[in-house]
């Protein structure tokens, strides 16, 4: 695994979430080498400041997709990095064959959630729910 694409997994992941650990080479290998997962990154100048991660599965009712973890650095925002990265994964998902595609966002992030709504998300009306284990 490239150290550059692990520095920035350590430099980016802090800004979505102060309470998630320094993810590991081998957590990221298994991430990058799933059939199930795809990880983008976005470069602006050289420099990777952007991550998304797509998740594809199968259920019952169809092929799914699931959009996690994106995150742009700070100085990049505003620079169409989230909107690149999130057309890429929505790509990859149509190319999968997945029905649909779903995220959550925090309403604080609410630049977030305007890119989505522009993009073409729309808002559920559902519960979500978390079981810590």
């Known amino acids: 695994m490239s150290d550059n ?4 997994c350590h430099r980016l992941i802090p800004q979505l979430s102060s309470s ?14 799933s059939e199930s997962t795809v990880m983008f990154a976005a470069h602006l100048d050289g420099e ?19 959009i996690e973890d994106v995150v742009v650095d700070e100085r990049a925002r505003g620079k169409g990095v989230g909107d690149a990265l999130n057309q ?16 959550t966002s ?3 992030r609410e630049a977030a ?12 009306d559902t519960n979500v729910y978390r079981f810590d284990l």
Do not use: C, H, M
């Open 48 to 66: 990777i400041v952007g991550l998304l991660t797509l998740a594809v599965f199968r259920i019952p009712t169809g092929l799914r997709a699931w």
């Open 5 to 8: 694409i692990i520095a920035a």
């Open 106 to 108: 925090r309403p604080s």
């Open 88 to 103: 890429a994964a929505l790509a990859e998902a149509r190319r999968r064959g997945a029905k649909t595609v779903d995220l």
């Open 20 to 33: 998630s650990r320094p993810i590991t080479a081998d957590e990221l290998k298994e991430i990058v080498t």
């Open 113 to 124: 959630n305007r890119l989505y709504q522009r993009i073409g998300f729309v808002r559920r």
